[in-house]
């Protein structure tokens, strides 16, 4: 029996029928706590069951959706926060979950934001399989034919998701030989970020759409989108306000320049710049074209550093060595900080590449901003410049807020229940969290793991919440939510030796010696 279904079963969960004890009290307590601490045990066990019985239903057979009305078909970075989650319950199904997205892949190493199911409607969800015509218009690319995709990307989270999948049971991982056929996925992957979408040419990745940053209303893309002409309303169906209130959604305005940037992307046929990248082609203002919009974000890049530590780990426990991925790795983070440090604002800021001039930061704080905190290698005093930022009055990490905002709560665009302009997120919220951890902020890591629990469980594991209240919005049972509850369940918060749940150092292989895999 899968130990998905065996832990979701509707009977009374007993200490057979649950594959884990959330270990929240593994210490020695005095007798005084022990009615408190067998209520809490009871508590994160019963949250375990309902995060674990979310992912059950939102399972497909071969993907889990991150909800089943709003998002019907699979999302890459979703895919990779939920394969986390489910490690602690099937390994085999986390594996699955990324073998699926994995096998979308197009030729020149792109991973596609969005891999679409044939059974659900097309009217389901827009941009649909007809808009984005992957088959025709990404021939050029090396798109699926047996699959239809969407034509642009989602954060590289993908290869630190491999690595603590892996983990979870290397018995099964190598009898399977999932990390030998994920491996040159996961490696072509990497060389297009780092080859193709090098458009500002000083090292690191671009985005050429809000949506593949991941955080797609965010006031950070208003200026860069300023100088895209809008679709016209008349030419598409927003399904999302069938599922959401427009009031929490993207303005018609910025749809309509979501759908222009990503039509003219399409019709260029999925073409990089002229040339693959290396900022040829950029339209310095033009207000249409493919290259209307090139970003540098720190989220993006951050998790792609991340992820190129993990690919080291990988090629390690494949009988090579990891030395240059992690030298390049370091070189990243070097251009992370040249390029989007501000050390007078404490934090990382997107760079406006198509801008002109060789881009400048947008001064726009958002979440993106601290989640370089999750790097193992950033230097010192960048690191306590961003705790003091996330915990200063922008964020209010640990005071008023209850899980971290999206958005600068003091700016002028700050709303906490629009999508992605100030509403708490659970995956940047569980990014943080590792970030406060790595860094020695054990007393704050532990303190966020607490809220993003609680507000998991009260919030029944929404989309988004607000930041203040953890009121609910966007989808209820939203897979992400789940599978990083499960995360966080399966972490020991007492003492950071103990902390076995995703301790970097040790996910990114940083003792590793020797050369790499190609």
């Known amino acids: 029996m899968d130990r998905t279904a ?45 995060a674990a019985e979310v992912l059950e239903s939102n399972w497909t057979g071969t993907s889990t959706v991150p909800s089943r009305g709003l998002y019907p078909h699979q999302w890459s970075w979703d895919s990779a926060f939920i394969a986390i989650g489910l490690r602690h319950l099937s390994p085999l199904r986390a594996q699955t979950e990324l073998e699926t997205l994995l096998s979308a892949q197009w030729g020149d190493g792109r991973i596609p934001h969005i891999v ?70 996961l490696a072509a992957w990497h060389r297009y970020l780092l080859h193709r979408r090098d458009l500002g040419g000083g090292g690191l990745a671009s985005v050429v759409h809000p949506w593949e940053q991941g955080m797609d209303n965010s006031p950070s893309w208003d200026a860069p989108l300023s100088r895209v002409t809008p679709a016209p309303a008349r030419s598409f169906r927003r399904a999302d306000l069938d599922h959401g209130a427009a009031e929490d959604r993207p303005t018609d305005l910025d749809y309509g320049r979501y759908v222009r940037l990503a039509a003219d992307y399409r019709d260029a046929g999925y073409r990089d710049g002229l040339g693959g990248g290396r900022g040829a082609g950029l339209g310095g203002g033009s207000g249409a074209g493919a290259n209307a919009f090139a970003v540098e974000d720190p989220s993006f890049n951050a998790l792609l550093i991340a992820s190129e530590h993990a690919l080291a780990s990988i090629a390690h426990e494949l009988g090579a060595t990891g030395t240059a991925r992690h030298a390049r790795a370091e070189r990243l983070t070097t ?35 601290l989640i370089p905190l999750l790097l193992p290698t950033l230097p010192r005093d ?45 995956n940047t919220g569980w990014l943080v969290e590792r970030g406060l951890r790595q860094h020695g902020e054990r007393a704050h890591a532990d303190a966020l793991r607490t809220a993003l ?24 049972g939203f897979g992400w939510t789940a599978a990083l509850t499960l995360d966080l369940l399966h972490q020991r918060p007492v003492d950071d030796s103990d902390f076995d749940s995703v301790d970097l150092e040790n996910v990114f292989g940083m003792s590793d010696q020797g050369g790499e895999r190609r």
Do not use: K
């Open 6 to 50: 065996q832990l979701t079963s509707r009977a009374r969960p007993t200490a057979h029928s649950v594959v884990y004890e959330a270990d929240v009290t593994t210490h020695s307590q005095p007798a005084s706590h022990a009615s408190h601490a067998l209520s809490t045990r009871h508590a994160s066990q019963a949250l375990h069951v309902r």
């Open 116 to 185: 679409f199911n044939p059974s659900v409607p097309l009217d389901a969800y827009f941009p649909s399989p007809d808009f984005w015509r992957s088959s025709t218009a990404g021939r050029a690319a090396g798109a699926p034919r047996t699959v239809q995709t969407s034509g642009i990307v989602q954060p590289p989270v993908h290869a630190l998701a491999v690595w603590l999948v892996h983990q979870a049971d290397p018995g099964l991982s190598r009898a399977r030989g999932f990390l030998a056929r994920a491996y040159p996925r």
């Open 382 to 426: 960048i690191a306590a410049a961003l705790v003091r930022t996330a915990r200063g009055p922008h964020f209010e990490v640990g005071g008023a807020a209850r899980l971290v905002p999206s958005y600068d709560l003091l700016g002028e665009a700050f709303d906490p229940h629009r999508y992605w302009r100030g509403p708490a997120w659970f």
């Open 453 to 476: 629990l609680e507000t998991a469980d009260t919030s029944d594991f929404a989309e988004y919440v607000d930041p203040y209240t953890g009121e609910a919005c966007g989808a209820l």
């Open 335 to 369: 251009a992370l900080v040249e390029r989007l440090w501000d050390p007078a604002e404490g934090m990382f800021f997107c760079r406006d590449v198509a801008g002109g001039a060789g881009g400048a930061l947008v001064p726009e704080r958002g979440v993106s901003g």
